[in-house]
Each structure stands twice: as C-alpha cells, then as structure tokens.
C-alpha cells in the first residue's frame, strides 16, 4: 500500500506480478499438504504393520522346522530339543502341535478369537444352591465340593479367605472334597469374582523370562484371560443342564420317541443295586441309574450310520498315535451288527462318520487350509443328507453324534453341529463345550493297531518311590511354568522336559509313570492330553492341571473318587498338595484305578463296558436326557 501511495508506477509493477506470487504461494502450500499427507500415511502404515505382527524382531522364538526340531532361544540362552518326544501329545502324525502349513496370520487370528472367546467366558449356572443340592441327595454318591448341611459351601459371611496351609489342604482331601485348589474353588465358589494374573510368575535369569513382552509375544506361551471353572461347579452345571437342554420338539413324532422317553423314565427310577463292591460303587455319580442305562442301551438302540460321504475325508479311520479315539471308535460303529440298523427309520440316533483328522490332512493337501473351506465342506456334506434323508431336519441335527478329536474339531463344528451331540477330545468348556449335551473323548495314544493293550499296568503302591512325574514338550504356557517351578528342585519330584523317543526313551518313560504315586497330566496347547488315560493305564493317580478341561465320561464318573485337579494357578503349592493328601485316602484312589481301567481299555472285538461302548453310552445317556416328556 505504502507503495502504491508514493508511485503510481510501482504500483502498477507489483499489480503485475500478483498472479505469480500467488501461484507459487499455492505451489508452496501444495507441497506442504503433500508431505503432511506421505507422513501421515507412513504413520498409519507402521501402525497397521506394528498391529499385524507385533512381536516380529523380538528374540523369542518358538519355531517347528519341517525336521522336527524345536527351538526356544530366550536373549543368550537357548534350549533345543528334538521333538520327537516321549511324551504323546507332542507329535502329531509325524507333525508338531502346531499346524505348519497355516501362515502366521491365520494362527494369529486363530489365537485372537480364541481369547476373545474365553474373556467373553463367564460359568453360568442355571440352578439354585438349593436345588442342586436337593438333586444331589437324590443321586447316590456325594457331590465334591457340594453343599453343607445348611445349603451353602460360604461362611456366613459369604465369603472365605484365600488360605492354602497343609492343614487346610489335608481337611478337604480327607473329607473326599475337591482338591482342586481348595481355596480358590472356594473363592469361586462363594464371592464369583476370583483375580487372575495376566501373566505367568516367572524368574529372572531361568530359560523362561520375565519380560512379559517377550512372554506376550508367542500366544502359546501367554496364559488365555479367564475365569476358570472348578470341577464342583461343573458337576452343579451338569445337573442344571439336563433340567435346561431340552432338543427342539419334533416336526413330527414316531415311535422312537416313545422309547427314549420310556428308558429316560426307567432310569431315573432304576433300582438300587445292592450287590456291588464299595468301592467299585463310589466311581460313580449314580451307579444303579448307570447300570440301567447301560442295560437299556444294549436292549433299545439303534444307530444309523451315513453311507454319504467319500474316503479319505469319510469312512477310513486312523487307527494309530494321539488322535486314535476317533478312528478306533469309527472302525468299530461301522462294523457293528448289534446297533447298527440299515433302515434309518428304526434309529434313535444318526453318526455322522467323518475324521477331523482327515479332514484338515486331506484339504490342506488340496492347499485349502483355512477353517472356512474345512466348515463348507462339512456344510456340503449336512446339506447332501438334509435334502436326501429327512431325519435331519426332524430335530435340525439333535439326535445325530460326531466323533472328532483334532484340535480344531470344537470350532469346526460349533456352528454346522451346535445342536448336535459332540463327542470331542478337546472338551473346553470356555470354548462351547456343553456339560450335559456334549461328550468328553478320551484321549487314547494308540501306539499299536494290533496290541492297543501293550504294556499296561504298574508297580504297587509300596513300589512307588517318586511322589510325582510329568517329562514333556514345553509347548503352551502351564508346561513351562511347571518346569520353573519343579525342574530338579525336589529329588522326589520328577518333572522334566522331553524324553527321547527311542526304545529305550519309551521305556524308561513308562517305568517312570508305573513307579510313580502321582503322574502331572498338564495341558499342552489344548486342554486335552493323553497323560490322563496313560495314568489310568499305569496305575499312577492322575493330578490334571488344565482349568476348564471337562474330563471324559463326566456324565456318568466321580472323578474326583480317583484323580486330582488342581487349578493352574495352584502350580508353585502343587508339592504341599500332593503331600497333605492322606495315605488312606491315596491308596483307595489308587486301588479304584485297577477297576476303571477296563472302561478306557479299547478291543479290535468290543467288550462289554469297554472304551467303545462307554463312548457310545455317553452318547446315549445324553441324548435321553435331552428329550421333553
């Protein structure tokens, strides 16, 4: 303006270069929303990055290699092993726990819903104290854990200190009470609001490292968010469940629903039996309601077995190593003549005879891999028997049962099978395992298809110098906890890695177990292992460390009669527990092993109350209880 004022001329100079100036002002200001705009996309691409892969540079690595051997490096120190151990949940057909062939991605989405599952996971309970204890009083055996002569396992204050002194422990075990983590079950039990840690205790300076980043960083070495549910609250929860499970009603009826209905009535008013040893007696929740049970099966049902369905996929069962349950159990239903019947209209309950072994092993070989080819594939499969039989649609899938003991089996069939019975080895009760509806698989390690019953039995209680034994893979996050804890700190505690798998490592590993008092069945991955049935085998009491693992047969056994559950957090007082049980009540668990292993024993002829038949009892014994009357 100054200028203008004093020259006309300069004036008009300055006018002239207006449009100039201003096209490189907005030069200027284009460039710099330019840059602000690279930066603020660089700055969203490494937090997408940071998102996805998290943990990638840091030092912890927990790698499969395709020759099987296992590395787990902690900063400095590293510890390697070969995989190929004795221990037989941790190698799977000649593979690791993990699925090699899925991409890190997939196991990190993989392991993300599954922890939003289990934070989502509250026990619910659908019945009152009172109820349950009226329940109780009319079954024959004595519920752990269940309620006082009052009605309530709380004070009367409702709430009970945490308190894990011997004597405490030594009171509940010798009441024949749960042992799993007394205290804590009782805080459960009474105040529903238990505190978890978020990250395993560990040392400083020991293979398994403090720094919670690096723990946080391999999913199977991070402890799940979760309340865990105690063995007392299940049993409360099967009772509620056979009141709440009811199938939908049928489109239409026949006389197969009168049957079921007839044998429901009958065992529940089965009479006592008398004639029985005490101790055979107490395995069970309810013997003479079992015994009934069992005896109406024999006589009443029938199974339709599908013939749809193409091999390897269907029809071709895998005999051998930890997922045998499911193919032993396939190989002998399609065989049998007692109850299976070729006329569907004759049958009270329809197997569907697919292996969820085969099923991932034959997709991934066709490179589909992921969860959702494996559950359109089950989908097309339900959709071929829907349109061809109308059995299916009569319940939408109540009355049919599938047997699977993969890892992934729960989660393949929640939504395709969620109403029908599912017998599963990895029964987690925070991942949509139904008490009541569902059937716990035992996990058998089959290491002979011609001699399944090869090596079993033990050393007698007098024999057994080694208070406990665990030797296995450090995979998942309870394992190496317990190896902090117990590795070489106790000459009576025999708890160890991986044990070659040589002949003489298999060996050596089965005189362990058959000379010890306790064998520590902790869970991998998943909440199954074969430890428990090994245990039974060898006569060693099994003490399962695996919170919210549904052990098998749970309808019809009182495990707590002949086995251990401690909470995973009870693992650094895991000795002062074994050691305040006592020795009566010690030598009663052990004795009642010798008689429940001929329920988990399998026979290339079935037997009767074997491992075949209990599997297909639990299936029928939960299918009569879901019928309406």
Not at 58 to 67: K, Q
Request: with cysteine; hydrophobic share 35%; glycine share 6%.
């Amino acid at each position: 303006m100054l200028s203008c004022l004093l020259s006309s001329e300069s004036c008009i100079v300055n006018s002239s270069l207006l449009p100039e100036l201003m096209e490189t002002r907005l030069r200027d200001v284009n460039v710099k929303q330019l840059v602000s705009f690279v930066a603020i996309l660089t700055a969203f691409l490494s937090l997408l990055h940071l998102l996805t892969n998290p943990y990638g540079n840091y030092s912890l690595i927990l790698s499969h290699a395709n020759d099987g051997l296992v590395s787990l490096a902690t900063g400095s120190k590293a510890f390697s092993n070969n995989s190929k151990l004795a221990d037989s949940d941790t190698i799977r057909d000649g593979k690791g726990d993990r699925d090699d062939n899925f991409s890190s991605d997939d196991m990190r989405q993989k392991d993300a819903e599954l922890e939003t599952e289990e934070k989502k996971f509250v026990p619910r309970i659908h019945i009152s104290e009172r109820k349950a204890c009226e329940l109780r009083d009319r079954s024959e055996t004595d519920f752990a854990g269940g309620c006082s002569p009052e009605g309530s396992a709380c004070n009367q204050q409702g709430t009970i200190s945490k308190q894990t002194s011997v004597l405490t422990l030594d009171h509940k075990l010798g009441s024949g009470e749960s042992v799993l983590s007394v205290a804590t079950n009782l805080s459960l039990a009474c105040n529903n609001a238990p505190k978890f840690k978020d990250t395993d205790l560990v040392q400083d300076g020991s293979l398994f490292s403090t720094d919670t980043s690096l723990r946080s960083g391999n999913p199977s070495l991070r402890k799940r968010v979760g309340q865990a549910m105690s063995i007392a609250q299940m049993n409360s929860l099967l009772l509620s469940n056979y009141v709440v499970i009811k199938s939908k009603r049928p489109r239409w009826s026949s006389l197969r629903d009168q049957e079921l209905e007839d044998a429901k009535f009958q065992i529940e008013k089965a009479p006592l039996q008398r004639n029985i040893s005490g101790v055979h007696f107490s395995l069970f929740r309810n013997y003479s309601m079992f015994k009934r049970s069992y005896e109406l099966m024999e006589s009443t049902l029938k199974v339709y077995v599908y013939r749809e369905g193409e091999k390897p996929i269907f029809h071709l069962p895998y005999m051998r190593g930890i997922y045998a349950s499911e193919g032993w159990f396939m190989k002998l239903m399609e065989r049998n003549k007692q109850f299976v019947v070729k006329d569907p209209k004759k049958a009270h309950l329809f197997y569907l005879p697919f292996s969820s072994v085969k099923l991932r092993h034959a997709l991934n070989g066709s490179g589909f891999v992921s969860q959702k080819n494996m559950e359109n594939h089950l989908k097309n499969y339900v959709d071929i028997i829907a349109t061809k039989y109308r059995f299916w649609r009569k319940r939408g899938g109540a009355d049919h049962f599938l047997v699977a003991c993969h890892d992934w089996a729960p989660r393949l069939s929640r939504n395709i099978f969620g109403s029908s019975i599912r017998v599963l080895c990895n029964s987690n009760i925070a991942r949509g395992f139904k008490i009541g509806k569902d059937v716990s698989l035992p996990v058998t390690y089959v290491r002979s298809a011609e001699n399944p019953l090869k090596d079993i039995g033990g050393n007698l209680p007098s024999n057994r110098p080694i208070l406990a034994f665990f030797a296995g893979g450090l995979h998942g996050y309870v394992r190496p906890l317990l190896l902090q804890y117990w590795h070489n700190k106790e000459p009576d505690m025999k708890i160890m890695g991986p044990m070659p798998r040589d002949i003489e490592g298999k060996a050596r590993y089965r005189e362990f177990m058959k000379s010890s008092k306790y064998c520590i069945c902790a869970k991998g991955y998943e909440v199954h292992t074969p430890r428990v049935v090994e245990s039974i085998y060898y006569g060693c009491v099994p003490v399962v460390i695996s919170d919210n693992y549904v052990p098998p047969f749970f309808e019809v056994f009182n495990w707590e009669s002949f086995a251990l559950f401690i909470l995973e957090d009870d693992i650094p007082n895991l000795r002062n527990i074994l050691l305040s049980v006592p020795r009566d009540r010690y030598m009663m668990m052990q004795s009642r092993l010798k008689i429940v292993r001929q329920y988990f024993l399998w026979h290339k002829i079935p037997e009767k109350y074997d491992l075949f038949h209990m599997i297909l009892h639990s299936v029928w014994y939960n299918r009569v209880f879901q019928v309406s009357s």
